[in-house]
């Protein structure tokens, strides 16, 4: 199975400012057609989890521009520039190159 | 809008078995894969199945092979997940979602406990 290994963030982030979430998977997630198969997700407290990029880079729709994920086959960073309240909360990324489809164990996101 | 509605969950015992549903509205069913996905309290997200838009093809994590088994029925715009000799590390929130896992459902809980 491809393991993926989240950072951690230094926090409380202060609002404003920007964050960046690392990833790192076991594997290339870069598949025969060019893309990779690398996802991010906000799971605020209580809520369902919302996708915010797909494709490592490509934002889901109505995901805010200050969200943007980059990286390489095996190395992945979400940047969320201005933090706001409502980015709090945790975030994943998932390999959707093969199955089983893993994620990160999470990154919680606090702001001050 | 994309609605995905869970449920199905409760209190079961181990050894015992449970199935869930996800009625889904807002886009056309049988054109699309659908997962299953699990929280376990405090815990992270666990994948848990995948199927194709047509039934035809299905994957799953090791843990849950040869106990759970997901279906769909495209008349019905309905994903199910047959759970089989349930156990206590299955306790979790169970989420359907769209395999592309752009769209989700509001979840439901499962506890297997005696």
């Known amino acids: 199975d491809i393991v993926m290994t989240q950072g951690v963030l230094p926090n409380p982030v202060p609002s404003g400012e920007s964050a960046s979430i690392t990833c790192r998977s076991s594997?290339?997630?870069?598949?025969?057609?060019?893309?990779?198969?690398l996802n991010w997700f906000l799971q605020r407290p209580g809520q369902s989890p919302q996708l915010l990029t797909y494709w490592m880079s490509t934002r889901a729709s109505g995901v805010s521009d200050r969200f943007s994920g980059s990286g390489s086959g095996t190395y992945f960073t979400l940047k969320i520039s201005r933090v706001r309240a409502e980015d709090a909360g945790v975030y994943y990324c998932?390999?959707?190159?093969?199955?089983?489809?893993?994620f990160g164990a999470g990154t919680k996101l606090e702001l001050k | 809008e994309v609605q995905l509605v869970e449920s199905g969950g409760g209190l079961v015992q181990p050894g015992r078995s449970l199935k869930l549903s996800c009625a889904a509205s807002g886009f056309t069913f049988s054109n699309y894969g659908m997962a299953w996905v699990r929280q376990a309290p405090t815990k992270g997200l666990e994948w848990v199945a995948t199927i194709s838009y047509d039934g035809s093809s299905t994957y799953y994590r090791d843990s849950v092979k040869g106990r759970f088994t997901i279906s769909r029925d495209n008349a019905k715009s309905t994903l199910y997940l047959q759970m089989d000799s349930l156990r206590s590390e299955d306790t979790a929130t169970y989420y359907c979602a769209r395999a592309n896992y752009g769209d989700w459902g509001q979840g439901v809980m499962v506890t297997v406990s005696s």
């Open positions: 594997k290339s997630l870069v598949y025969k057609d060019g893309k990779t198969y």
């Open positions: 998932q390999q959707v190159r093969e199955y089983p489809n893993t």
